[in-house]
T-cell receptor, first 112, second 115 residues
Framework: SQQGEEDPQALSIQEGENATMNCSYKTSINNLQWYRQNSGRGLVHLILIRSNEREKHSGRLRVTLDTSKKSSSLLITASRAADTASYFCATEHRSNDYKLSFGAGTTVTVRA | NAGVMQNPRHLVRRRGQEARLRCSPMKGHSHVYWYRQLPEEGLKFMVYLQKENIIDESGMPKERFSAEFPKEGPSILRIQQVVRGDSAAYFC?????????????FGPGTRLLVL
């Protein structure tokens, strides 16, 4: 399977703390994307990192990509209750450049 | 410019009925992708269509499922004789260009519940 796998499956943190989640994948990619999904809602695109990039920032989000280890991490700094959601990584693989392969997600709960 | 529209947002069907899910891509987008999200799972690719053409249906179940994207009107995902296992959220995405996921924009999804 080309699907990404997120780790951990669930994460519970206190407001103000940082949240880190990881994604691993199996085959060569063109890019890796992170999405957020609030319970029962649609997907919100957070950030895209290309295979030739190692780190990217967007507001309180920091994404790293290590293509040698086939892994990525998403860091949310200074978390807020509104960050409570499921976070998915999705990979675009070189062999299928329009298909996104999603992992099962990390469920993040931020306690007030 | 309105985003990707999907309707209905929620659909309830009894086993054996048909479900029709609609997706209107963003203006100027001629490429549509359907994904299915089973409970507690990530999205799985189903089918990629361009106007009047199915480009890749490798993720579609072989039976009961079909998709179309006519010259005029929305893309339709049709599920015949629904079963409980079809209960899921169905998302479509659209893009203006071929061959990359970088410009795919997702709709809000249709949540199908089969009783």
């Amino acid at each position: 399977s080309q699907q990404g796998e997120e780790d951990p499956q669930a994460l519970s943190i206190q407001e103000g703390e940082n949240a880190t989640m990881n994604c691993s994948y199996k085959t060569s990619i063109n890019n890796l994307q992170w999405y957020r999904q609030n319970s029962g809602r649609g997907l919100v695109h957070l950030i895209l990192i290309r295979s030739n990039e190692r780190e990217k920032h967007s507001g309180r989000l920091r994404v790293t990509l290590d293509t040698s280890k086939k892994s990525s991490s998403l860091l949310i700094t200074a978390s807020r209750a509104a960050d409570t959601a499921s976070y998915f990584c999705a990979t675009e693989h070189r062999s299928n450049d329009y298909k996104l392969s999603f992992g099962a997600g990390t469920t993040v709960t931020v306690r007030a | 410019n309105a985003g990707v529209m999907q309707n209905p947002r929620h659909l309830v069907r009894r086993r054996g009925q048909e479900a029709r899910l609609r997706c209107s891509p963003m203006k100027g987008h001629s490429h549509v992708y359907w994904y299915r999200q089973l409970p507690e799972e990530g999205l799985k690719f189903m089918v990629y269509l361009q106007k009047e053409n199915i480009i890749d249906e490798s993720g579609m179940p072989k039976e009961r499922f079909s998709a179309e994207f006519p010259k005029e009107g929305p893309s339709i995902l049709r599920i015949q004789q629904v079963v409980r296992g079809d209960s899921a959220a169905y998302f479509c995405a659209s893009s203006p260009v071929q061959g990359t996921s970088e410009t795919q924009y997702f709709g809000p999804g249709t949540r199908l519940l089969v009783l």
